[in-house]
């Protein structure tokens, strides 16, 4: 499985990270992004999905699997799944502040009374 063999390494089986080594959380969390602009985007854009050695329509897979294994509750009920165009696209358009474009989604998440770390 792609999530075993190229995410878990550094984000857990279980997808609880390591916040005090940088690796967000994504369990009960991920899902919350799909909610803000910039937020879907930014979980295909982020260096561990877009740089991984997957094909688009293996990122696109597991992405959608993380989201509705990890984190369905969060998920707003209208959800598309992310298909593999959207992806080749998103990766062609990477971050170039990872760190400033998560800030700013945590702040639209904010706004709208979902806390995050
Ligand atoms: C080498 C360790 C490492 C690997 C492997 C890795 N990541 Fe990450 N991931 C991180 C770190 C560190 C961050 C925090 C943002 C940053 O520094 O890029 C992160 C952030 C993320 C985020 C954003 C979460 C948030 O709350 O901001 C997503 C989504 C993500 N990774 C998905 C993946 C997926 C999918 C894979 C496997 C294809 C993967 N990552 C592989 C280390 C890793």
């Given at each position: 499985?792609?999530?075993?063999?190229?995410?878990?390494?550094?984000?857990?089986?279980?997808?609880?990270?390591?916040?005090?080594?940088?690796?967000?959380?994504?369990?009960?969390?991920?899902?919350?992004?799909?909610?803000?602009?910039?937020?879907r985007e930014f979980l295909i854009q982020v260096p561990g999905t877009s740089q991984s050695a997957l094909t688009h329509a293996e990122v696109a897979e597991l992405m959608n699997w993380i989201l509705k294994t990890f984190s369905k509750h969060e998920m707003p009920p209208n959800t598309t799944p992310y298909t593999p165009s959207e992806v080749a696209h998103l990766r062609a358009t990477p971050l170039t502040d990872v760190v400033a474009s998560r800030q700013e989604i945590v702040k639209r998440l904010q706004a709208q009374g979902i806390a995050m770390e």
């Open positions: 499985m792609n999530y075993m063999l190229h995410c878990s390494g550094c984000h857990g089986q279980d997808a609880s990270g390591s916040p005090s080594a940088g690796v967000p959380k994504m369990a009960s969390v991920l899902g919350h992004f799909l909610k803000v602009n910039g937020g």
